[in-house]
């Protein structure tokens, strides 16, 4: 198939992408590679892929139209995978104007070209951020999510009713995968266990919100792979789907996990919670299990471990 990957140089987007070519796809990566974090670490993620006839890489913003008009006369795509988007629950907070700008308009363009285009399937990323404060656990896909608590939430459940709208009126297969704290390989700096994991082994103090009884749904980078992959290859007209391990871990255990595999005591700078935090996320993934064949397998654990090695390995790179 002839795959277009928004985002496809990131963390999640370059793990997507290697695994496309990987079985024979042909891809093409749109990422704008902004300032949000090092560009550099973009290029890396690029680099450990390689330079192949299957992968194409464009340099360019959801935001450009005239740039996304001439992308979709040049490919005749078979399915959009939709993973760029201005990423992070507090910096939303600080500039919501980017965001709604980013992920709302963004998604909007990439629908509209897909309509243009007849592109029959698009896949989307969205967040577990989406439920808010739920209090039905584990989250199901059947819960309201009309409270959000904080922008980036909001523009992602704007995403999902954007693709209802262009999978009733013009017939656009439209999968929403609601991703569950995503870790591990090529993992974001800003993200918690990256950047706890760099503070703890650095001796520096990591902000330590609440009182350490916050949960998380940590669900290994692989695992999120295998559903994207499957959402790829399946027509399911219109749906959302959680992507998460179905598991908790506080942030007291993640703290202590990380100082196992690292030999190192973490210093905890104690902080309030913050505004746009929800206490608690962990994912109902049976529809995922019954229309994707997702089963995730790395425990957090596992998966701390994984990370660190991985760590460890860029760290000895320079």
Not at 93 to 98: C, E, H, Q, R, S
Not at 108 to 121: K, S
């Amino acid at each position: 198939m002839r795959i277009l990957v928004t985002g496809g140089a990131g963390f999640i987007g370059s793990h997507l992408t290697k695994r496309l070519v990987g079985r024979g796809d042909e891809v093409v990566v749109l990422d704008c590679f902004n300032d949000y974090y090092d560009p550099a670490i973009k290029e890396r993620n690029l680099a450990e892929i390689g330079a192949r006839d299957d992968l194409t890489v464009v340099r360019g913003d959801l935001l450009d139209e005239g740039l996304l008009a001439t992308l979709f006369d040049t490919h005749a795509f078979d399915v959009i995978v939709h993973l760029a988007a201005r990423a992070g629950v507090r910096p939303s907070l600080v500039d919501p104007i980017l965001y709604e700008q980013v992920n709302c308009r963004g998604t909007l363009n990439l629908l509209e070209a897909a309509r243009h285009h007849d592109i029959r399937r698009f896949v989307f990323a969205s967040s577990s951020s989406v439920y808010g404060n739920v209090k039905e656990i584990p989250f199901s896909e059947d819960a309201q999510v009309n409270r959000p608590v904080s922008p980036y939430a909001a523009t992602k459940a704007a995403g999902e009713l954007y693709g209802y709208n262009y999978f009733h009126l013009y017939g656009i297969s439209f999968t929403a995968l609601r991703f569950f704290t995503v870790y591990g390989p090529r993992q974001r700096p800003d993200m918690a266990i990256h950047k706890f994991a760099r503070l703890i082994d650095e001796g520096q103090p990591i902000p330590f919100y609440g009182d350490g009884s916050t949960q998380r749904d940590y669900t290994y980078c692989s695992d999120i792979i295998d559903g994207v992959e499957a959402a790829v290859d399946r027509d399911l007209g219109y749906e959302i789907i959680n992507l998460g391990e179905s598991r908790t871990t506080s942030l007291t255990e993640l703290v202590g996990l990380l100082e196992v595999a690292l030999g190192k005591k973490a210093i905890l700078d104690r902080q309030p919670m913050q505004p746009g935090d929800v206490t608690i996320t962990c994912a109902d993934v049976r529809k995922a299990q019954a229309l994707l064949d997702y089963h995730p397998s790395t425990t957090v654990a596992e998966g701390i471990e994984r990370f660190v090695a991985w760590y460890r390995e860029i760290q000895n790179q320079g």
